[in-house]
């Protein structure tokens, strides 16, 4: 997709993502009550709960709580991995205190560090919960406690940074087409474990944003092969979620591309009021895109709610 540089920016938002939609039945953003989430440091929140820096409730040393534990968990403010209020929270409007309180509830299962499945690429600490065991939490745990309305549920997705990261190197993978189709494949079983347990209403994925772009990787070799890599899981992403609509088609199945978003965003970025898109600042100057060597900002992670919720409204009614 071709940008023009000096349009509108609300209109360069929308556009980034409108061809990227997948819609087979009605899906109203402004009927949304309840909000699910499954992925990683980019989108886990800080439970009272939770791993102190990794988790909303639990970890896998002890992933199991009570209907009580869970209900009387708060969110603690601005504790994630962009030292701020992250995407969902934007998105929701939940930033802190019972999710239960919230008028867009926020029910986050994403923990950081984690990967799609522990039996394919190994944990980044002991206690990390992949994304699939994020789901059996879910399920065991949390699915005949919380509310989930088809017509008033969101479920995000947002999985993939730390898998195509984690696999730089990695010399004992030699068709990585073949291997992103297993670990995508766990992935959508999860997710259809999800949709059969309760969660048939709305499902969001997002791809792998453009992660060979951040201070870790930025004008390296890792970079390139950080890019290839990102750019096949997006692909095989892409064919699993178009499998899952065709399978679901009374769920709304949307999507919203990421990784075009962040090149665009860092391509122009002046227009979008940053000054340093290389380096990283652990601070709250607004002119860094990063907060640190892979994590963006806490303004990043607004514009980008901005532009995931612009989105969903437009698909809305439709």
Not at 185 to 214: D, K, M, T, W
Not at 220 to 232: R, V
């Amino acid at each position: 997709m071709k940008f023009t540089k000096g349009v509108f920016l609300p209109y360069l938002l929308t556009v980034v993502v409108a061809s990227s939609e997948t819609r087979k039945a009605h899906f109203e953003w402004d009927a949304i009550r309840y909000v699910y989430a499954f992925g990683d440091s980019y989108t886990f929140v800080q439970g009272t709960q939770g791993h102190a820096n990794f988790s909303f409730i639990g970890d896998a040393l002890d992933p199991s709580f009570t209907r009580e534990q869970l209900l009387s968990n708060e969110i603690i403010a601005k504790n994630t991995s962009s030292d701020g209020s992250n995407w969902i929270e934007f998105l929701t409007g939940c930033f802190q205190g019972r999710p239960s309180e919230c008028s867009t509830q926020l029910w986050d299962f994403a923990f950081a560090g984690a990967d799609i499945d522990g039996n394919l690429l190994p944990l980044h600490h002991d206690f990390t919960v992949p994304l699939t065991d994020q789901v059996n939490q879910w399920a065991r745990f949390a699915s005949k406690v919380l509310p989930k309305p088809p017509a008033e549920t969101l479920t995000a997705w947002w999985i993939g940074i730390n898998d195509t990261g984690d696999t730089l190197g990695n010399a004992t993978i030699p068709d990585f087409t073949a291997f992103w189709r297993i670990e995508i494949g766990s992935l959508f079983r999860s997710v259809n474990q999800a949709y059969e347990g309760g969660l048939s209403g709305a499902h969001l994925f997002i791809n792998v944003p453009p992660e060979g772009r951040s201070p870790a990787h930025v004008g390296s070799s890792t970079g390139t092969t950080l890019k290839e890599h990102i750019d096949l899981f997006n692909e095989v992403l892409s064919e699993h979620v178009d499998g899952f609509a065709a399978a679901h088609p009374s769920a709304p199945v949307l999507r919203f591309d990421a990784n075009a978003w962040f090149n665009e965003v860092l391509d122009h970025h002046e227009e979008y009021g940053f000054k340093n898109v290389t380096g990283f600042c652990h601070c709250p100057d607004p002119g860094y895109f990063w907060y640190d060597s892979g994590h963006p900002t806490e303004r990043v992670h607004k514009l980008l709610a901005d532009a995931i919720k612009r989105h969903l409204q437009e698909v809305s009614n439709k």
